[in-house]
């Protein structure tokens, strides 16, 4: 493989993007390149036609390389006993320093990962600083600021999971002695969060008609507000948000292995998805490389074969669980699509739920570039809502919870999974804990999970994890370098 894979992939179709600065700090030759060819963001926002692009470039960037590659598989997958770097073992070798903790504050994908979100987070408050002032219908007015509330919050949750207190910026710079602030305290970060998405809930529709599906929804608001709660443990407030949403007619989608399949985008099960798709005659607007990334590694799957299942992950299932096959591909089997996956070949095992059939590549297309990305979905809300009722104690609302999600795996198999009944707090835990793992494995939560419950040196330590330490990744140096020492470095770094 050619290093020159690991590039990003600019978005096209976008202009908006080509003139925003990105990124927390900046350097002054950045700052006095001419514009060419671009509409001045100060004559830009005219119309309800300006106000749909900035909102559609705040979605398209979510399929950036920064935002759903190797930075995001790198910072919130290999650091759990999920997954591991696979590909072969030269290729990327620096992925590994996630992996033992050995990462430094001059890794390049955390760089990316940084950039990523605040690229993210700038496109966000363009929209929140300049749409309210466009002449245009109300209530599309208020429902684009919500969209762009929810995109900011989803963005600083990654951040502040990511690396505890961070640089909280809600609006765009107006001039050069805003752009180097320090990082604010987590709780403050947190709350930045909770006050855009109960913002964003209460505008947001239930729904879109098919033009518009895949934008934030109610649903989503809520979601993510009660992970923010959980990771936070305010369990009545999780509770209040599921039950929330469980009101709202999602469902889980019959069949785990389809859920994730390209034709299944959007299903009853999902909350909200990064939207990627295949442009007819555009292979650069077709640019999501999610699925390329952790493809079958070889000439028949054309993927790159990284962010690959463990064989403790694979330990973790129960004896004739159907979620095993919808989480991992195995060498030398079929996949339920029919593509044979050779017995040979650098790692033993790929992620289901990245995987794109074989018979759905284009030629001069990145390879699953249509697969979307899911963010939320409907089992981890009856999770959180179980684990929540767990810790205040009312068991009989955790088991119904659970039951839902377990009752799932039983349909149309053999699966012999036994039905939880414990009322025990710790044993109910620990069926929540596993129930997590197993339902929602290779979706970027496990390491995060584990941290947040408390469990890091238990889960973790074998592999190098450090407490007081790897709770949170370094700032990137480069950033600090920057501003000059305006930012901090985390301990331990």
Not at 65 to 82: H, K, M, Q, R, Y
Not at 127 to 150: G, H, S, T
Request: proline share 5%; glycine share 6%; aromatic share 10%.
């Amino acid at each position: 493989m050619k290093s020159t894979k690991y590039f990003k992939q600019k978005i096209f179709g976008v202009a908006l993007v080509t003139f925003l600065i990105a990124g927390q700090s900046c350097k002054k030759s950045f700052l006095n390149v001419p514009l060419q060819n671009q509409q001045p963001a100060v004559a830009f926002f005219q119309n309800a036609a300006d106000a749909t692009k900035a909102v559609n470039a705040m979605y398209a960037n979510l399929r950036e390389w920064t935002n759903i590659a190797f930075a995001p598989i790198a910072v919130e997958s290999l650091g759990s006993d999920d997954a591991e770097k696979g590909s072969s073992p030269n290729d990327a070798s620096f992925m590994n320093d996630f992996d033992n903790f050995t990462a430094t504050a001059g890794e390049g994908q955390i760089l990316d990962f940084w950039h990523g979100q605040y690229q993210t987070i700038n496109l966000a408050n363009v929209v929140l600083d300049n749409v309210p002032q466009i002449n245009m219908d109300n209530n599309l007015k208020a429902r684009y600021v919500a969209e762009a509330k929810f995109i900011r919050a989803y963005s600083y949750f990654r951040l502040v999971r990511a690396f505890g207190d961070v640089p909280l910026r809600l609006t765009v710079p107006e001039n050069l002695s805003e752009y180097n602030i320090p990082r604010s305290p987590k709780a403050t970060v947190y709350s930045a969060i909770e006050s855009d998405l109960t913002d964003a809930a209460s505008v947001l529709p239930q729904s879109y008609p098919a033009t518009d599906i895949g934008r934030a929804t109610k649903g989503a608001a809520l979601a993510l507000h009660a992970k923010v709660a959980m990771y936070q443990k305010h369990w009545s407030d999780v509770v209040t948000y599921t039950n929330q949403i469980m009101q709202l007619g999602y469902s889980l989608f019959p069949n785990f292995e389809q859920l994730f399949r390209y034709n299944n985008k959007n299903n009853s099960e999902s909350i909200f998805e990064v939207q990627c798709m295949l442009v007819p005659g555009n292979p650069d607007a077709s640019n999501s490389q999610y699925s390329q990334v952790q493809g079958v590694r070889g000439s028949t799957g054309g993927g790159w074969g990284f962010d690959v299942p463990t064989q403790d992950l694979v330990n973790e299932f129960e004896a004739g669980d159907p979620r095993l096959q919808g989480t991992v591909i195995f060498r030398g089997t079929t996949t339920p699509e029919g593509d044979a996956i050779p017995a040979i070949g650098d790692n033993p095992r790929y992620n289901m739920k990245s995987y794109v059939p074989f018979s759905q590549f284009v030629s001069g297309y990145n390879e699953g570039c249509q697969q979307n990305k899911i963010v939320l979905r409907y089992a981890d809300v009856l999770l959180m809502n179980a684990e929540a009722n767990n810790e205040l104690g009312q068991s009989a609302a955790a088991l119904a919870s659970l039951e839902l999600v377990r009752a799932r795996a039983r349909q149309g198999n053999n699966a012999i999974l036994t039905k939880v009944t414990t009322t025990d707090q710790n044993a109910l835990r620990t069926a929540i804990y596993h129930e997590r793992r197993v339902e929602l494995a290779m979706e970027f939560d496990r390491y995060f999970d584990v941290i947040r419950q408390g469990r890091g040196l238990a889960v973790f330590g074998p592999k190098g994890w450090k407490a007081n330490k790897n709770e949170v990744w370094p700032i990137p140096q480069n950033e600090i370098d920057l501003s000059a020492g305006v930012l901090t470095q985390n301990p331990g770094y």
